[in-house]
Structures are given as C-alpha cells and as structure tokens.
C-alpha cells in the first residue's frame, strides 16, 4: 500500500511500530499534492518546509516514546480556521494576504498531539455555498469525476481526504458543510453537536450553527479526530464544560435493538433523486440486516427548515462580516481618501457575488421593523424544529436520512442559479438548526461512479452512537472503491 492511501488509524500504527516515519509520511502526501492538485485546486496554500520540519519533530518525540494519537499524522485545514503559520483566506480576496496573530483552539489542540498541518484547503467564500465555486481561488474539482463539484463549502477538504492529498482534514458545518462535500466525494464527514467543539479562531459566519468538524477516510479516523479536538474551551463561551466520551473506544458492538427513525418527510422530498434513494435504503437495509428495527418518524417542520435557515444564516452572517472594513483586517482599497467610499470599495471589490447577496439579505431581514417579521419569526420555526426532533427521538435512537437530494452535480449547474443550490441543502439544514450532532458515511454509488452518504443524526452529545454505528455498517457493508486518479 502507498503512503499517502494510509487512514490515519494505519497511519498511527506504523508510526508506533517504527515502521514509518512522519517525514516519509509527509513527503508522500507533498508529492501526491504537487501530483494532482493542479487538477483538483483542494488547496489555497501548501506548506511543505513548515510540514517536514514539523514531521521531524514528530519523529523525534516518537522516538523518544512521546507518541499522541495524531503525532507525525499529515492533516490538512480548511481555510477559515486561524493558524499563524500560514494565511487564513476564508477562500475570499478581503482576507488573501491575512496572516492571523494566533492559532484557533483546535489548531492548538493538534499542535500539543505534533500533527503535521500540510495546508489550507478550499472553500466557498466564508463557507458560504454548497459547491465551491464560490471562492476567489477558484473551484474545487470532484476526484471522483473532475466535472463535478466536490459539494462544499469545505469542498476542499473533501476533495484533499478522497484524493489522498492529506490523511485527514478539519472542515466546518453551518447547514451541512461538512457532511455533504463529504457524502460527493465518498469521504466520512462528522458534524458535532453544537457546543462540542472550541469555535474560537474559527472564523465566524453564523454564530449560532457554527461548528468544526473531521473529515476523515473512515469512521474510526472521525472518531479519533474528534476525541482530540472536543472539549470545553474558556476562550468559547458557546463550547460546553462536559467530559469528552473516548470515541474510538466505543465503536465495537452490535447494532441489535437499535431503533432507526426514518423521518417521512425526508423521504418524500420531491426531488429526492431515485438513485439516492435507493443507495440510501439499501444502506438501512444492512442496518437492519444487522440487528437495527426501523421506524417511520415525522419531523413536520423540516419543511421550513431551508427557508428559515436562509434568513438565520445570512443575518448573523451580515453582522458578523461587518468587521471586514478595510481599516482593521486584509486588504484595503488604498486608492479611496474617504472613509465611506473606502468602505464601499474595499467590501465592493474584496467579496464576491454570493457574500455580496447573503450580506444584503441579511441585512435587510435586521433591518428596523423587519426583526420581528423574518429572524424572530426564523428563530420561532426554529424552536418548532427543535421540538421536532425532541418528539422524534423518544421514538428512535438515531435518524437515517440522505445527505443531499441529488449526487454531486456538474460545476456550472447553479452558479447562476443560487434558488437551486439553496434548496440542495434541504437534508443537511435541520441539525444545526436543531444543534445535534449528524454524520455522513459512504455508503455507496450512484451510477457506478459517483459516491453517495448515509446521513445519521443523534441526540445532543451522542456522537458516540452515531460513530458505533457508522463504524459498524462501514464493516459489514464494506464499502472501499476510490477514485480514479
Ligand atoms: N450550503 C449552506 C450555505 O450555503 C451551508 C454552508 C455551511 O455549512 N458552511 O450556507
């Protein structure tokens, strides 16, 4: 087996037997960078002397039997994730040059491990799309079919885990943005629960769904991900002070007595491509070959949950982008000797069309006398899908649904069309409205040829079950075809 096709669990134990190093391991994930990611554009910025010299400390501590879970491991972070080694971009023109003056939480976390971060990865502009074409670097192309979006915002991710250019990648998840570039590109994409993982040094869109997440070639690399980079954080006043469960220790056991809730609606969603469909069921299929019992649950107001999304997330978004003036972070427009048209311009010029759109929207929706009328009444339907959820799981221990209506879709298809690609997150929107945890696991493809993801969402800080789960149906459905590259 080649290096760069290690998961990080093999990965870990070869490190650990001395089999492998950390710099053999980093340079094999350079070279596969420098091979395909002209082709693919997972990556905003590489830094391969800041890898290797972190892969020989790694190897030194190794030797000297000081060896953490991610120790000497090549991981790759999406771009809106603060690091002082390297830009933060958040995939936008305003931020291209800003090098930030601290680490976020998680950064800091893998640092204590000495993971290897290799690069910065491509997304949609301040994570907000569902194709990564909305980014000023660029899109990222599909390494199952190059045609085809990788799904997003963390496409890049995606697209660097499935292509093998990194062994594991950090992804964030608004209203599915870990998840369903994971379920095009065939990869495991975790979203926690709210509150689970530090957002501090994340940068913000939408302050009440943001969360970061793993991105990982199988479940028991999320799990380990996870355990290391969860847990209360004082710098997050939204990060919750309960103990992290050992993930990767919980991942054995039969699925026996499981009850699977397979929400009608979901199911019913016009548009549900029938290939999806099919992949999907037949996935809850071997659930329930495995001992799992299916039952038909209702969550009624998912329904709303795309159009309620859409006014939440482009309101918090449309303050939280206020910062971006030109006078305190990345570029200004130099040439404006007024305050205001200096505003105008630098905005005007540094963010793209689909910030652009999602700033005025939100900005209107909080506009004096429009509060009650669209985020209020947002936040009302939003409770509604709240206790949706509360009804569903005394019914069901998890939820099985699709990721997205449709496989991953030609590039192009919506980017004049935003209506349509909005509506494509109608799966995903729920669980972080609702602030439970979800996770998208291959579970197998649509025409042959292009990956399609089970979703499993779980009650608030259950991510335990849903990765015993994913695990488990991971083995016995043994999906492993990759793309060819
Ligand atoms: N596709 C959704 C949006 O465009 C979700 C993005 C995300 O999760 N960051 O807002």
């Given at each position: 087996m080649q290096l760069h096709s290690l998961t990080l669990v093999q990965a870990r134990r070869l490190l650990k037997e001395g089999r492998v190093s950390s710099v053999e391991l980093?340079?094999?994930?350079?070279?596969?960078?420098?091979?395909?990611?002209q082709k693919i554009n997972a990556f905003i910025n590489v830094d391969p002397d800041g890898a290797l010299e972190a892969a020989r400390r790694a190897d030194e501590a190794i030797a000297n039997g000081d060896q953490h879970d991610l120790t000497g491991i090549p991981l790759a972070i999406k771009d809106l994730i603060c690091t002082r080694s390297m830009p933060t971009t958040c995939g936008s023109r305003i931020l291209e040059n800003f090098r930030p003056p601290y680490d976020a939480t998680v950064i800091r976390r893998l640092a204590d491990q000495k993971a290897v971060i290799v690069g910065k990865l491509n997304m949609d502009e301040f994570a907000m799309g569902s194709t990564t074409e909305h980014s000023a670097f660029g899109p990222t192309c599909n390494p199952w079919d190059l045609e085809r979006i990788p799904g997003g915002s963390s496409g890049g991710a995606a697209a660097a885990v499935a292509a093998d250019m990194c062994l594991a990648a950090l992804g964030s998840d608004t209203g599915g943005s870990v998840r369903q570039p994971a379920s095009h590109c065939g990869v495991v994409g975790l979203k926690p629960t709210y509150g689970r993982v530090s957002r501090f040094g994340l940068v913000?869109?939408?302050?009440?769904?943001?969360?970061?997440?793993?991105?990982?070639?199988?479940?028991?690399?999320?799990?380990?991900?996870?355990?290391?980079?969860?847990?209360?954080?004082p710098a997050d006043s939204t990060s919750v002070p309960k103990p992290v469960a050992d993930y990767p220790c919980r991942l054995e056991g039969d699925l026996k007595g499981?009850?699977?809730?397979?929400?009608?609606?979901?199911?019913?969603?016009?548009?549900?491509?029938?290939?999806?469909?099919?992949?999907?069921?037949?996935?809850?299929?071997?659930?329930?070959?495995?001992?799992?019992?299916?039952?038909?649950?209702?969550?009624?107001?998912?329904?709303?949950?795309?159009?309620?999304?859409y006014v939440i997330a482009p309101s918090e978004a449309s303050s939280n982008l206020a910062r971006y003036d030109g006078v305190k972070y990345g570029m200004r427009d130099f040439e404006q000797t007024e305050l205001l048209s200096m505003y105008n311009s630098t905005r005007s010029?540094?963010?793209?069309?689909?910030?652009?759109?999602?700033?005025?929207?939100?900005?209107?929706?909080?506009?004096?006398?429009?509060?009650?009328?669209?985020?209020?009444?947002?936040?009302?339907?939003?409770?509604?899908?709240?206790?949706?959820?509360?009804?569903?799981?005394?019914?069901?221990?998890?939820?099985?649904?699709?990721?997205?209506?449709?496989?991953?879709?030609?590039?192009?298809?919506?980017?004049?069309?935003?209506?349509?690609?909005?509506?494509?997150?109608?799966?995903?929107?729920?669980?972080?409205?609702?602030?439970?945890?979800?996770?998208?696991?291959?579970?197998?493809?649509?025409?042959?040829?292009?990956?399609?993801?089970?979703?499993?969402?779980?009650?608030?800080?259950?991510?335990?079950?849903?990765?015993?789960?994913?695990?488990?149906?991971?083995?016995?459905?043994?999906?492993?075809?990759?793309?060819?590259?």
């Open positions: 980093t340079r094999a994930v350079i070279d596969r960078i420098d091979a395909l990611d913000a869109f939408a302050s009440s769904l943001d969360q970061i997440g793993p991105m990982t070639k199988t479940t028991a690399d999320a799990a380990v991900l996870l355990k290391a980079i969860a847990g209360h954080d499981l009850r699977i809730g397979l929400p009608r609606e979901y199911y019913q969603t016009e548009g549900l491509d029938p290939r999806v469909e099919q992949v999907v069921k037949g996935a809850v299929a071997v659930l329930e070959d495995m001992g799992a019992r299916t039952v038909e649950i209702t969550l009624p107001h998912s329904r709303h949950a795309v159009a309620a999304y010029r540094g963010f793209g069309a689909e910030v652009q759109r999602r700033i005025i929207l939100g900005t209107f929706a909080l506009s004096a006398g429009y509060y009650d009328a669209y985020y209020g009444k947002a936040s009302q339907v939003r409770s509604l899908i709240i206790d949706d959820f509360r009804q569903a799981f005394k019914l069901c221990d998890v939820i099985a649904a699709p990721v997205a209506p449709t496989p991953a879709y030609r590039l192009g298809e919506t980017v004049d069309d935003p209506l349509t690609m909005y509506l494509s997150d109608v799966f995903t929107l729920s669980a972080n409205l609702a602030g439970i945890p979800a996770i998208s696991v291959p579970c197998g493809l649509a025409d042959d040829r292009l990956p399609i993801g089970l979703q499993l969402m779980g009650t608030h800080f259950d991510e335990a079950t849903l990765l015993k789960v994913g695990h488990q149906f991971e083995k016995a459905a043994g999906i492993s075809a990759k793309p060819q590259l």
